[in-house]
């Protein structure tokens, strides 16, 4: 069994980030968040991104609406951000208080500034496999993680056990592509998949990305399996955990990542790669990818 150190490969990309950044003549890039309400853990996530934007060099706002606002409202707090030429992307930390549809905050987003890689434009460029729009931000860490440690994923089997718009779906979108690093065979698995161990004890690559604490079990998992863990669940005791049974799977695997340090870390670097990306777009500068 190897860890995969999703730590160690996302400072090593912050490092190439910042150097990109401070050769830039005038204004820097810029990334503006957008919080509604005090949900403590949306909190946390914003200021992990705002300090990894600080250390690089990115500037960022944060504007921190009421729970209260209105649809319309936040709406237009999105279209300010949208029209000023001062603001390269925008993030709306999910989730959001249920009187406000999410799918219409996505739509807002122009998709030039769409670092979060959900709107459905930037969704349609990645399932074409067009090198232009954005990648959501956890698939795409966890494709460059494969890559970065040199684990084949051209013609393998991956299971993903989890079908969520913002990793399992994009996530088989990405790795089924005809591009290097990728071309795998992949099969989406969820809650109401019949024979689940039958499917997961096949996959060559076994991806958790259920919510579900200590979820995959070694009995569902093939040895030397490469095993990554997307999910992040607090126990009663404060403990953060992941999807997979760690301590009973991992000597079973050849790499496994681990929670915390290993996708999560991947997913701020890969946000910081699309505001620059953003920027550069903003220039006609070339893709970063």
Same mark, same amino acid.
């Given at each position: 069994?190897?860890?995969?150190?999703?730590?160690?490969?996302?400072?090593?990309?912050?490092?190439?980030?910042?150097?990109?950044?401070?050769?830039?003549?005038?204004?820097?890039?810029?990334?503006?968040?957008?919080?509604?309400?005090?949900?403590?853990?949306?909190?946390?996530?914003?200021?992990?991104?705002?300090?990894?934007?600080?250390?690089?060099?990115?500037?960022?706002?944060?504007?921190?609406?009421?729970?209260?606002?209105?649809?319309?409202?936040?709406?237009?707090?999105?279209?300010?951000?949208?029209?000023?030429?001062?603001?390269?992307?925008?993030?709306?930390?999910?989730?959001?208080?249920?009187?406000?549809?999410?799918?219409?905050?996505?739509?807002?987003?122009?998709?030039?500034?769409?670092?979060?890689?959900?709107?459905?434009?930037?969704?349609?460029?990645?399932?074409?496999?067009?090198?232009?729009?954005?990648?959501?931000?956890?698939?795409?860490?966890?494709?460059?993680?494969?890559?970065?440690?040199?684990?084949?994923?051209?013609?393998?089997?991956?299971? @993903?056990?989890?079908?969520?718009?913002? /990793? +399992?779906?994009?996530?088989? =979108?990405? %790795? *089924? &592509?005809?591009?290097?690093? !990728?071309?795998?065979?992949?099969?989406?698995?969820?809650?109401?998949?019949?024979?689940?161990?039958?499917?997961?004890?096949?996959?060559?690559?076994?991806?958790?990305?259920?919510?579900?604490?200590?979820?995959?079990?070694?009995?569902?998992?093939?040895?030397?399996?490469?095993?990554?863990?997307?999910?992040?669940?607090?126990?009663?005791?404060?403990?953060?955990?992941?999807?997979?049974?760690?301590?009973?799977?991992?000597?079973?695997?050849?790499? @496994?990542?681990?929670?915390?340090?290993? /996708? +999560?870390?991947?997913?701020? =670097?890969? %946000? *910081? &790669?699309?505001?620059?990306? !953003?920027?550069?777009?903003?220039?006609?500068?070339?893709?970063?990818?």
């Amino acid at each position: 069994m190897r860890l995969i150190d999703g730590k160690k490969i996302a400072l090593e990309l912050e490092e190439q980030i910042r150097a990109q950044v401070a050769v830039i003549q005038g204004r820097k890039p810029s990334l503006a968040f957008i919080l509604v309400g005090d949900n403590a853990a949306s909190q946390t996530y914003v200021r992990a991104k705002k300090r990894a934007c600080a250390a690089i060099g990115i500037l960022s706002t944060l504007t921190h609406l009421p729970s209260t606002i209105s649809q319309d409202e936040l709406l237009r707090e999105i279209d300010l951000l949208n029209r000023n030429p001062n603001v390269d992307g925008i993030l709306v930390q999910l989730p959001l208080p249920m009187h406000i549809n999410d799918r219409a905050v996505m739509l807002s987003i122009n998709p030039e500034k769409d670092v979060d890689g959900f709107h459905p434009v930037n969704i349609g460029k990645m399932l074409l496999g067009e090198d232009h729009g954005f990648l959501p931000c956890t698939p795409h860490g966890i494709k460059i993680l494969l890559q970065k440690y040199n684990i084949p994923v051209e013609g393998k089997h991956v299971v @993903i056990v989890g079908r969520s718009n913002i /990793v +399992g779906k994009p996530l088989a =979108a990405i %790795l *089924m &592509q005809k591009r290097p690093h !990728c071309n795998a065979t992949v099969t989406i698995a969820h809650s109401q998949s019949e024979h689940l161990t039958d499917i997961t004890q096949s996959a060559d690559i076994l991806v958790a990305a259920i919510g579900k604490a200590h979820f995959i079990k070694k009995e569902m998992v093939k040895p030397k399996a490469v095993v990554i863990d997307v999910g992040i669940n607090r126990l009663c005791d404060g403990k953060i955990v992941g999807d997979v049974d760690f301590e009973n799977v991992a000597p079973i695997t050849s790499w @496994i990542s681990p929670v915390p340090g290993g /996708v +999560g870390p991947m997913t701020i =670097a890969m %946000l *910081m &790669q699309n505001t620059l990306y !953003c920027y550069n777009k903003l220039y006609n500068s070339p893709s970063l990818r």
